[in-house]
């Protein structure tokens, strides 16, 4: 067998050097001629005769060189070659419709390769974490929007910890963050920096090593330990320049919450590619990571979001069914065994929970795609055969000079496929440039979206498409143009009204499946459309498009009457600017984040637990209601005296006022709000707090007083100026007031909510252009249909005028075929909507999935773009002059 | 037979070009081919221009060797002379072709025995 691996080593090699070999044949051919004929004449015969003689036995000059070719070279390789060399000869001398359709399939290879990175990175590859099968989060049975339903107190974890059996370890990381809880002294001016609490274990849980230096240590997370923190990889590299120096080093944290100043050592770097945010809180940038220490937080109530990891061999089900028997048993506080034992837990693999709910959303994204690539075979079909038609006297001349049907057919097919993977290319290009565009969109709010890219997976998938597109899009016209009469098509056709019929047949028919597809793909955008519009309709209870946040900086040694005392000066400064029309202060902003404490009705009985109502709580200044366009129903908003005097008062939706007194006034009115006695002052209309998609939440809102501290503040700023002119005022007020102030982004309060909708306008957006683009290769289709049927008839329609026929009534015959093909199309493509449609139905909002208005609009739109794409060679028709038109040909 | 020429079997003349060169030391084509000519007595048919691919053929596969020289009456011409390899394999193909013969000849013999009784 050895010579098996020479000789193709060999074949290989001669085929690169088929030039220098057939000279070198050559010689050696005439060397052996003229020995022959010296031969010959030797044995008496004249020249002449020799020559002849020695000729014959040579046998054909030709023949032995191709024989000599296919014993040392690749013969397959050769006829490909002679293939493409034609292929690409012939898409030369057509090279409109080469470009045309080369562009068409980089826009169909193109989408499906985005979609497809998307889906795999989403849905089917792994998480980026060792065994990431073996990773759960657990959270609350019936957990309900809010945070507070999807995590645990310090004690129930720890619990959770020690007693079960399933689990190699369980950890955490505290869910309420919000972004810019920090202020970071590196090097430099100080800058707001995200930074999250993990508990003892977290990243060993996940399985991920430091980039440099190293993780926690435990005695890092008991009471009073030294301050350590570990930095994102993004941060280091921003902020010391991916300098391996700063390990060991301290650096100043001071937290938004307490304002203590804390030199904290920076003991490690996490990897580039751990992205928490990617995976646990889509769209949060995290900076930096401290411990989580269980004993500083044991009164906190539910804070600790948990994952854990499973045992080799331990499935889910067996661990759940432990965590059926041990949450029950969980206290919320071993110090207030009163408060209860609240909990169940629910085990959901990490993958499933972080991309299930999308799972539906990118299988309809995916079929979406699918059906482009079918269109856009459909139309390369169409082309191809439009093209068969002009080229049928070329390929029965060489059928006539014996080339074999396969041989054309795979001639024809190497064009598909050339054609094919020029498309793959672009399009690959084209994917490419979107792909790394949507990985650094961080205002799309999607998970694991920035680990986004072309993998080997991706390029499986193109290489699939590339080769399976032509093979759907380039047999039926191969075959159609090999077959057929040979005598037929060589007489001077065209006009063969039998074999024309049945082709147009062909063409009608692919046009149609165009139209029904692009009518599919357009109802469901429309849909989609639909439920966005209907999204942004949404009354947020608050007037998100003139008002701007920045995180603000002040230092008030703790002091509740000096925080007071600051922020009545930060919002009186702030709202004597030009063009200011209202500034309050929060510490929290709609659409960020979550938190939420209990509201109950105080009467006569002190009030039990299930009397609290969960409400999400902004912790605030007077001034901040009218910021951000919330509307007082009734009341008073809350006023600095109510600060100063650290009064406890609050105010609450209308959510709140419903559940708490139905059908009665609440002013007035006393509630135990956050653990305090508070009264009533005010009620606003609902606020949707965490999406617009969500129902608005119960809310209230505290003044910041002794009782309450704020986490952090923001200062919002309600103003007819342009967003860029406002920072810089603002910061300078800000700066005079505080030149400690960190350098802060000035956030427009639309884009948090252009943040919460960015995934459903992502979906929009993807589907929207792909409807666009199936209605565009329809037209196209139906575009060419039509032309070409108008060009076969020209003498028919030139003897029809001849005879009397008017332009219009001509005009009106060719709109009126297209009008046919296009309402077959429609029709079929709204039935097969109708059930489509049901598919969707859970990713639609306040639409019904027969929506009268999208199914007509649709119908509408292709109708008319169908009819402009006939219009035109209608028109053309019309103007066939007969006489011309009855001479040529 | 005699009449016509025998047409050559697949890989019979790989066989006839590797035994000629085992016989007869280095040759050019046109020697390789009249010789086989020669032997046959004719017998074969054989258009001449045939024998450069298996010459390529068996060169590929490193069981001949060529290089170019110079023959009697002074004309370049390129000269094949078989390897180690060719010749293990010329080995191989002949008890191949031994057996072969054999075996034909007593299946023949023993159809027309049949046919008698």
């Given at each position: 067998m050895?010579?098996?691996?020479?000789?193709?080593?060999?074949?290989v090699?001669?085929f690169?050097?088929?030039?220098?070999?057939?000279q070198?044949?050559n010689e050696e051919?005439a060397?052996?001629?003229?020995m022959?004929v010296?031969e010959?004449?030797?044995?008496g015969?004249p020249?002449?005769e020799?020559?002849?003689q020695?000729l014959?036995q040579f046998?054909g000059g030709?023949q032995?060189?191709?024989?000599?070719?296919?014993?040392?070279?690749?013969?397959?390789?050769?006829v490909?070659?002679?293939d493409?060399r034609?292929?690409?000869?012939?898409l030369?001398?057509?090279?409109?419709?080469?470009i045309?359709?080369v562009?068409?399939?980089a826009?169909?290879?193109?989408a499906?390769v985005v979609?497809?990175?998307?889906?795999?990175?989403?849905?089917?590859?792994?998480l980026?974490f060792?065994?990431?099968?073996q990773?759960v989060?657990i959270v609350?049975k019936?957990a309900?929007s809010?945070e507070s339903g999807r995590t645990?107190t310090?004690?129930a974890?720890q619990?959770f910890?020690?007693q079960?059996?399933?689990l190699q370890?369980?950890?955490?990381?505290?869910?309420?963050?919000?972004?810019?809880?920090?202020?970071?002294?590196?090097?430099?001016?100080?800058?707001?920096?995200?930074?999250?609490l993990?508990?003892e274990g977290?990243f060993e849980s996940?399985g991920v090593?430091?980039a440099?230096?190293r993780?926690?240590?435990?005695?890092?997370?008991?009471?009073h330990?030294?301050?350590a923190?570990?930095?994102?990889?993004?941060?280091?590299k921003r902020?010391f320049?991916g300098?391996t120096?700063?390990?060991?080093?301290t650096?100043?944290?001071?937290d938004k919450?307490?304002l203590?100043?804390?030199?904290v050592t920076v003991?490690?770097v996490?990897?580039?590619a751990f992205?928490?945010g990617?995976?646990?809180?889509p769209?949060?940038?995290i900076d930096l990571?401290?411990?989580?220490?269980m004993?500083d937080f044991?009164?906190?109530g539910?804070d600790?979001?948990?994952?854990g990891r499973?045992?080799?061999g331990?499935?889910?089900?067996?661990?759940?069914?432990?965590a059926d028997?041990l949450f029950?048993q969980f206290?919320?506080e071993?110090?207030?065994?009163?408060?209860g034992?609240?909990?169940?837990?629910?085990?959901?693999?990490?993958?499933e929970y972080?991309?299930?709910?999308?799972?539906r959303?990118?299988?309809?994204l995916?079929?979406?795609v699918?059906?482009?690539?079918l269109i856009?075979?459909?139309?390369?079909?169409n082309?191809l055969?439009?093209?068969a038609?002009?080229r049928r006297?070329e390929?029965?001349m060489?059928?006539a000079?014996?080339?074999k049907?396969?041989?054309?057919?795979?001639?024809?097919l190497?064009?598909s496929?050339v054609l094919a993977v020029?498309g793959a290319v672009?399009?690959?290009?084209?994917?490419?440039a979107?792909?790394?565009y949507l990985?650094?969109q961080?205002?799309?709010?999607?998970?694991?979206l920035s680990m986004v890219?072309i993998d080997?997976?991706?390029l499986?998938?193109?290489l699939l498409?590339?080769?399976?597109a032509?093979?759907?899009?380039?047999v039926?016209?191969a075959l159609?143009m090999?077959?057929?009469?040979?005598?037929?098509?060589?007489?001077?056709g065209?006009?063969?009204?039998s074999e024309?019929?049945s082709h147009?047949?062909v063409?009608?028919?692919?046009?149609?499946?165009?139209?029904a597809l692009?009518c599919?793909l357009?109802v469901?955008?429309?849909?989609?459309l639909?439920s966005?519009?209907r999204?942004l309709?949404?009354d947020?209870g608050f007037?998100p498009?003139?008002a701007?946040?920045?995180?603000?900086?002040?230092?008030?040694g703790?002091n509740?009457a000096?925080?007071?005392a600051i922020?009545?000066d930060?919002?009186?400064?702030t709202?004597a600017i030009?063009g200011?029309?209202?500034?309050?202060?929060?510490?929290?902003?709609?659409m960020?984040?979550n938190?939420?404490?209990?509201?109950a009705a105080?009467g006569?009985?002190?009030?039990?637990d299930?009397?609290?109502v969960?409400?999400?709580?902004?912790?605030v200044?007077p001034?901040y209601?009218?910021?951000?366009?919330m509307?007082?129903?009734?009341?008073?908003?809350?006023g600095?005296?109510d600060l100063?005097?650290?009064?406890s008062?609050v105010?609450?939706?209308?959510?709140?006022?419903?559940k708490?007194?139905?059908g009665?006034?609440?002013?007035?009115?006393?509630a135990?709000?956050?653990?305090?006695e508070s009264?009533?002052i005010?009620?606003i209309?609902d606020v949707r707090?965490s999406?617009?998609e969500?129902s608005?939440?119960?809310?209230?809102?505290?003044?910041?007083t002794k009782?309450?501290?704020p986490?952090g503040?923001f200062l919002v700023?309600?103003?007819?100026l342009p967003a860029a002119?406002?920072?810089?005022?603002?910061?300078?007020t800000?700066r005079?007031?505080n030149?400690?102030?960190?350098?802060?982004?000035?956030?427009?309060v639309q884009g948090?909510?252009?943040?919460?909708?960015?995934p459903?306008?992502f979906?929009?957006?993807?589907v929207?252009?792909f409807a666009?683009?199936?209605?565009?290769?329809?037209s196209?289709?139906i575009?060419g249909?039509?032309?070409?049927?108008?060009?076969r008839?020209?003498q028919e329609?030139?003897?029809?005028?001849?005879?009397?026929a008017?332009?219009t009534?001509?005009?009106l015959?060719?709109v009126?075929k297209?009008?046919?093909?296009?309402?077959?199309?429609?029709?079929?493509g709204v039935?097969t909507?109708?059930?489509?449609?049901?598919?969707?139905?859970s990713l639609l909002?306040r639409?019904?999935?027969?929506?009268?208005?999208?199914?007509v609009?649709?119908m509408?739109?292709l109708g008319?773009?169908?009819?402009l794409?006939?219009y035109?060679?209608?028109?053309?028709?019309?103007k066939i002059?007969?006489?011309v038109a009855?001479?040529t040909? | 037979?005699s009449e016509?020429?025998?047409d050559?079997?697949?890989?019979t003349?790989?066989?006839?070009?590797?035994?000629?060169l085992?016989?007869?030391?280095a040759?050019?084509?046109y020697g390789i081919?009249?010789?086989i000519?020669?032997?046959?007595a004719n017998?074969?048919?054989?258009n001449?221009g045939t024998i450069y691919?298996s010459?390529?053929r068996?060169?590929?596969r490193?069981?001949?060797a060529a290089?170019?020289?110079?023959?009697?009456n002074n004309?370049?011409?390129?000269?094949y002379s078989?390897t180690?390899?060719g010749r293990?394999q010329?080995?191989r193909?002949?008890?191949?072709?031994g057996r072969?013969?054999n075996?034909m000849?007593r299946?023949?013999?023993?159809e027309?025995?049949g046919?008698?009784q």
């Open positions: 050895k010579y098996f691996f020479q000789e193709f080593f060999n074949r090699r001669s690169f050097r088929d030039a220098p070999l057939d070198e044949l051919m060397a052996h001629l003229e022959a010296e010959n004449m030797r044995r015969m020249e002449e020799a020559r002849r020695a014959i046998g030709q032995a060189r191709e024989l000599h070719r296919e014993a040392r070279g690749l013969p397959w390789l050769d490909l070659m002679q493409l034609f292929t690409f000869r012939t030369k001398r057509d090279a409109g419709f080469a045309l359709a562009l068409i399939l826009f169909g290879i193109g499906n979609v497809f990175s998307v889906v795999n990175t989403i849905l089917l590859r792994p980026p060792r065994d990431s099968q990773l989060r609350e019936k309900d809010g645990y310090a004690d974890t619990d910890q020690q079960n059996h399933s370890s369980v950890s955490g990381y505290f869910a309420f963050t919000g972004p810019d809880n920090f202020k970071f002294t590196g090097t430099g001016q100080p800058v707001p920096a995200t930074g999250l993990v508990a977290f996940l090593e430091p440099a230096g993780l926690f240590r435990r005695e890092e997370f008991v009471h330990a030294q301050p923190a570990l930095l994102s990889y993004p941060f280091w902020r320049g300098d120096g700063v390990i060991g080093r650096v100043d944290l001071s919450v307490d203590n100043n804390t030199s003991v490690g996490l990897p580039e992205d928490f990617s995976v646990f809180s769209g949060a940038k990571f401290v411990p989580y220490i004993d044991r009164d906190d539910n600790l979001a948990l994952v499973l045992k080799p331990v499935s889910i089900a067996q661990a759940q069914s432990e028997l029950p206290y919320f071993h110090k207030h065994p009163e408060y034992k609240p909990y169940t837990g629910q085990l959901t693999g990490l993958k972080v991309s299930g709910k999308l799972r959303s990118l299988i309809v995916w079929c979406a699918g059906l482009i690539l856009v075979c459909v139309n390369l079909s082309l055969l439009a093209r038609a002009a006297k390929f029965a060489r059928s000079l014996g080339a049907r396969g041989r054309i057919v795979r001639q024809l190497t064009e496929l020029a672009l399009g690959l290009v084209l994917a490419f979107i792909l790394a990985a650094h961080g205002s799309i709010v999607l998970p694991l890219r080997g997976a991706a499986a998938w193109t498409v590339a080769v399976g032509p093979v759907l899009f380039g039926a016209p159609r090999s077959t057929g009469n040979l005598q037929e098509a060589l007489k001077d065209g006009h063969g009204a024309g019929k147009d047949r063409r009608s028919t692919l046009v149609i499946t165009e139209i692009a599919v357009l469901g955008a429309g849909l989609l639909r966005f519009l999204v309709d949404v947020l007037e498009s003139r701007a946040a920045v995180s603000i900086d002040y230092d008030d703790g509740p000096q925080r007071a922020w009545q930060v919002v009186r400064r709202s030009p200011v029309e209202s500034a309050g202060i929060s510490d929290n902003l709609p960020s984040r938190r939420s404490w209990g509201i105080k006569e009985r002190k009030p039990k299930s009397d609290f969960g409400v999400f709580v902004y912790i200044s001034g209601l009218k910021a951000m366009g509307r007082l129903l009734q009341g008073r908003d809350i600095w005296d100063i005097n650290n009064r008062v105010v609450i939706n209308e959510s709140v006022a419903d708490l007194w139905p009665k006034d609440p002013i007035g009115r006393h135990m709000a956050g653990g305090m009264e009533v005010g009620v209309a707090e999406s617009a969500d608005g939440g119960a809310q209230m809102f505290l003044p910041a009782q309450f501290s986490e503040s700023v309600r103003s007819t002119s406002l920072a810089i005022s603002v910061m300078r800000l005079e007031i030149p400690g102030q960190s350098a802060t982004e000035f956030r427009p948090l909510v252009d943040r919460a909708t960015s459903r306008r979906f929009l957006l993807l929207g252009a666009g683009l199936g209605l565009l290769l329809a196209l289709g575009y249909v039509i032309t070409y049927s108008v060009t008839q020209t329609i030139g003897i029809r005028m001849a005879l009397g008017t332009q009534r001509v005009l015959d060719v009126g297209t009008l046919l093909l296009a309402l077959i199309g429609i029709a079929i039935i909507a109708f059930a489509v449609a049901r598919l969707i139905a909002f639409t019904a999935p027969t929506d009268p208005l999208t199914f609009g649709m509408v739109l008319v773009v169908a009819l794409a006939g035109l060679p209608a028109r053309r028709a019309s002059d007969p006489m009855l001479r040909d | 037979m016509s020429k025998l050559l079997l697949q890989g003349l790989d066989v006839m070009v590797l035994q000629t085992e016989a007869m030391g040759l050019h084509g081919a009249r010789r000519e020669q032997v046959s017998e074969v048919l054989l001449q691919a010459l390529v068996l060169q590929q490193g069981w001949i290089r170019w020289g110079t023959s009697d004309r370049k011409a390129k000269f078989i180690r390899a293990k010329l080995a193909d002949a008890a191949y072709w072969l013969a075996l000849g299946v023949l013999a023993l027309s025995n046919g008698e």
